[in-house]
């Protein structure tokens, strides 16, 4: 089946870490995006990638790192500069151009112990 | 920049009713509006996507319509269902390849 996969589901991350989540997918789509979701709040942009080896900032790019080496994947590192990581992470992917179909992932749920 | 806002925040209804869930957008040049839902804990599922030169789309009970000179869509449900419980969310797309502007979502609640 196409879609997209994250993982893990669940992440712990101790102060200090710098952790990785993944995402892949196979549904050939030049774009893919990573958004951060907070209770009570809508869903805030961090990177996104139109090609491999390109990426930007979102609105929200401080505290994070991405790398695109290869079109199905677009991993983010959530590392110490970010002070508030406990989120709900999603990863999303379309054809590029913002004005196809947006498909996203099951989600990863961090949280700083 | 692009604001999206969605009434009501949440709603709570008997099954079998037919049911409206409103989206606003304070920039009307969008490339497209996408409807999603969203389960607890879940990712998010696309169920209907409007190009802005089309007024309309449908999907089974769903219906998504858009003005896009009034900034405004709706989301209409018929006959809602237990299942159809989630949190809605609303997202505009302003064609420039940097992602989706989402509203907070309306929270619904279909009671059996």
């Known amino acids: 089946d196409g879609g997209i996969t994250q993982s893990p589901k669940y992440l712990f991350r101790k102060e200090g870490q710098n952790v990785t989540l993944s995402c892949e997918q196979n549904?050939?789509?030049?774009?893919m995006y990573w958004y951060r979701q907070d209770p009570g709040q809508g869903l805030r942009l961090i990177y996104y990638s139109q090609i491999v080896n390109d990426f930007q900032k979102g609105d929200i790019a401080e505290g994070y790192s991405v790398s695109r080496e290869k079109k199905e994947s677009f991993p983010l590192t959530v590392t110490s500069a970010q002070k508030n990581p406990t989120a709900f992470y999603l990863c999303?992917?379309?054809?590029?151009?913002?004005?196809?179909?947006?498909?996203f992932g099951q989600g990863t749920r961090l949280t700083v112990v | 920049k692009q604001e999206v806002t969605q009434i009501p925040a949440a709603l709570s209804v008997p099954e079998g009713e037919n049911l409206v869930l409103n989206c606003s957008f304070t920039?009307?040049?969008?490339?497209?509006l996408q409807w999603f839902r969203q389960d607890p804990g879940k990712g998010l599922t696309s169920l209907l996507l409007i190009q802005s030169s089309q007024r309309e789309q449908t999907s089974g009970r769903l219906n998504a319509s858009l003005d896009k000179s009034s900034g405004r869509s709706t989301l209409y449900i018929a006959a809602s269902q237990p299942g159809d419980s989630a949190t809605y969310l609303c997202?505009?797309?302003?064609?420039?390849?940097?992602?989706?502007?989402f509203g907070k979502g309306t929270h619904l609640i279909i009671q059996p």
């Open positions: 920039d009307s040049a969008i490339y497209n």
């Open positions: 997202a505009v797309s302003g064609g420039g390849a940097d992602g989706l502007t």
């Open positions: 999303a992917s379309d054809f590029s151009g913002g004005n196809t179909e947006a498909f």
């Open positions: 549904l050939n789509h030049d774009a």
